[in-house]
Protein backbone atom coordinates (compact mmCIF):
# COMPACT_ATOMS: atom_id res chain seq x y z
CA UNK A 1 0.00 0.00 0.00
CA UNK A 2 1.32 3.61 -0.88
CA UNK A 3 2.72 5.72 2.05
CA UNK A 4 0.09 8.76 1.50
CA UNK A 5 -2.86 5.59 1.73
CA UNK A 6 -1.52 4.47 5.29
CA UNK A 7 -1.14 8.02 6.47
CA UNK A 8 -4.91 8.68 5.42
CA UNK A 9 -5.69 5.34 6.97
CA UNK A 10 -3.83 6.63 10.43
CA UNK A 11 -5.20 9.90 10.59
CA UNK A 12 -8.67 8.71 10.44
CA UNK A 13 -7.81 6.40 13.28
CA UNK A 14 -6.04 8.37 15.17
CA UNK A 15 -8.33 11.71 15.33
CA UNK A 16 -10.99 9.05 15.39
CA UNK A 17 -9.56 7.79 18.61
CA UNK A 18 -9.51 11.52 20.00
CA UNK A 19 -13.50 11.41 18.61
CA UNK A 20 -14.11 8.99 20.92
CA UNK A 21 -12.24 9.79 23.78
CA UNK A 22 -14.58 12.93 23.84
CA UNK A 23 -17.23 11.01 23.24
CA UNK A 24 -16.27 9.03 26.02
CA UNK A 25 -15.70 11.43 28.76
CA UNK A 26 -18.98 13.49 28.39
CA UNK A 27 -18.32 16.72 29.89
CA UNK A 28 -15.07 16.40 30.82
CA UNK A 29 -13.18 19.38 31.88
CA UNK A 30 -16.64 21.44 32.11
CA UNK A 31 -17.73 18.91 34.33
CA UNK A 32 -18.23 20.32 37.99
CA UNK A 33 -16.40 17.44 39.55
CA UNK A 34 -13.35 17.98 37.41
CA UNK A 35 -13.78 21.65 37.91
CA UNK A 36 -13.70 21.41 41.35
CA UNK A 37 -10.49 19.15 41.80
CA UNK A 38 -7.15 20.67 43.19
CA UNK A 39 -4.90 20.53 40.07
CA UNK A 40 -1.75 20.59 39.37
CA UNK A 41 0.27 24.12 38.68
CA UNK A 42 1.39 23.30 35.50
CA UNK A 43 -2.09 22.14 34.30
CA UNK A 44 -2.00 23.96 30.98
CA UNK A 45 -4.92 25.90 29.92
CA UNK A 46 -7.70 24.28 28.20
CA UNK A 47 -7.27 25.23 24.62
CA UNK A 48 -3.73 24.19 24.78
CA UNK A 49 -4.89 20.12 24.95
CA UNK A 50 -6.55 20.64 21.40
CA UNK A 51 -4.03 22.05 20.11
CA UNK A 52 -1.28 19.44 21.99
CA UNK A 53 -3.45 16.51 20.46
CA UNK A 54 -3.86 17.55 16.75
CA UNK A 55 -0.25 17.88 16.64
CA UNK A 56 0.54 14.35 18.29
CA UNK A 57 -1.64 12.77 16.18
CA UNK A 58 -0.87 14.39 12.73
CA UNK A 59 3.25 13.49 14.02
CA UNK A 60 1.71 10.05 15.26
CA UNK A 61 -0.14 9.20 12.31
CA UNK A 62 3.06 10.04 10.14
CA UNK A 63 5.30 8.33 12.03
CA UNK A 64 2.76 5.37 11.96
CA UNK A 65 2.49 5.03 7.55
CA UNK A 66 6.38 5.56 7.63
CA UNK A 67 6.53 2.36 10.13
CA UNK A 68 4.36 0.20 8.50
CA UNK A 69 5.66 0.81 5.33
CA UNK A 70 9.38 -0.14 6.61
CA UNK A 71 8.11 -2.94 9.19
CA UNK A 72 4.61 -3.87 8.44
CA UNK A 73 3.76 -6.88 10.89
CA UNK A 74 0.73 -8.49 13.04
CA UNK A 75 3.19 -7.32 16.30
CA UNK A 76 2.89 -3.27 15.20
CA UNK A 77 -0.96 -3.84 13.94
CA UNK A 78 -1.87 -4.80 17.90
CA UNK A 79 1.10 -2.48 19.24
CA UNK A 80 -0.93 0.41 17.27
CA UNK A 81 -4.79 -1.39 18.60
CA UNK A 82 -3.37 -1.66 22.51
CA UNK A 83 -2.27 2.14 22.17
CA UNK A 84 -5.66 2.94 20.46
CA UNK A 85 -7.71 1.43 23.95
CA UNK A 86 -5.82 3.00 26.21
CA UNK A 87 -6.09 5.93 24.67
CA UNK A 88 -9.64 6.23 23.99
CA UNK A 89 -10.12 4.44 27.29
CA UNK A 90 -8.48 6.36 29.51
CA UNK A 91 -11.05 10.04 29.00
CA UNK A 92 -13.87 7.11 29.73
CA UNK A 93 -12.19 5.99 33.07
CA UNK A 94 -10.91 9.35 34.73
CA UNK A 95 -13.20 11.96 33.11
CA UNK A 96 -16.73 9.68 33.32
CA UNK A 97 -15.84 7.33 35.72
CA UNK A 98 -13.92 9.56 37.91
CA UNK A 99 -11.45 6.53 38.56
CA UNK A 100 -8.51 8.82 39.22
CA UNK A 101 -5.57 5.78 40.14
CA UNK A 102 -7.46 3.53 37.52
CA UNK A 103 -6.85 6.69 35.19
CA UNK A 104 -3.30 6.72 36.41
CA UNK A 105 -2.46 2.94 35.85
CA UNK A 106 -4.07 3.41 32.19
CA UNK A 107 -1.83 6.66 31.06
CA UNK A 108 1.04 4.97 32.59
CA UNK A 109 0.36 1.76 30.44
CA UNK A 110 -0.36 3.97 27.41
CA UNK A 111 3.17 5.74 28.09
CA UNK A 112 5.08 2.25 28.49
CA UNK A 113 3.34 1.45 24.87
CA UNK A 114 4.24 4.79 23.33
CA UNK A 115 7.59 4.33 24.76
CA UNK A 116 8.15 1.03 23.34
CA UNK A 117 7.61 2.23 20.15
CA UNK A 118 9.90 4.99 20.26
CA UNK A 119 12.63 3.04 21.72
CA UNK A 120 12.23 -0.15 19.74
CA UNK A 121 12.13 1.18 16.04
CA UNK A 122 14.29 4.24 16.56
CA UNK A 123 16.90 2.25 14.63
CA UNK A 124 14.40 1.48 11.77
CA UNK A 125 12.80 5.17 11.82
CA UNK A 126 15.81 7.14 12.39
CA UNK A 127 15.11 10.62 12.38
CA UNK A 128 11.88 9.69 11.91
CA UNK A 129 11.34 8.45 15.73
CA UNK A 130 11.13 12.42 16.36
CA UNK A 131 7.89 12.27 14.85
CA UNK A 132 6.50 10.14 18.24
CA UNK A 133 8.82 12.23 20.74
CA UNK A 134 6.13 14.72 21.10
CA UNK A 135 3.22 12.22 22.04
CA UNK A 136 5.79 10.47 24.85
CA UNK A 137 6.66 13.54 26.19
CA UNK A 138 2.60 14.92 26.28
CA UNK A 139 1.66 11.28 27.87
CA UNK A 140 4.55 11.95 30.52
CA UNK A 141 3.07 15.64 31.11
CA UNK A 142 -0.16 14.41 31.29
CA UNK A 143 0.64 10.95 33.82
CA UNK A 144 2.34 13.88 36.12
CA UNK A 145 -1.19 15.70 35.88
CA UNK A 146 -3.25 13.09 36.75
CA UNK A 147 -0.57 11.81 39.59
CA UNK A 148 -0.97 14.95 40.99
CA UNK A 149 -4.91 14.66 41.00
CA UNK A 150 -4.75 11.41 42.66
CA UNK A 151 -2.34 12.64 45.03
CA UNK A 152 -3.85 15.94 46.20
CA UNK A 153 -7.51 15.00 46.25
Same mark, same amino acid.
Given at each position: ?K???? !??I?L????G?????VF?M?????DS????????????????F??AW??I?I??????A?????????????L?????I??????YV????H??L?G?M????L?LV???? !?????? !?M??????I????I????????NA??Y !???
Amino acid at each position: MKKALW !LLIFLVLNFGALGIGVFLMNNGPQDSWYMELNKAPWTPPGWFFGVAWTTIMICFSIYMAYLIQVKSTVNICLLFFVQFILNTSWNYVFFNQHLVLLGLMVIVLLTLVVGYF !LLKFRN !LMKQKTGLIVPYFIWLIVASSLNAYVY !LNN
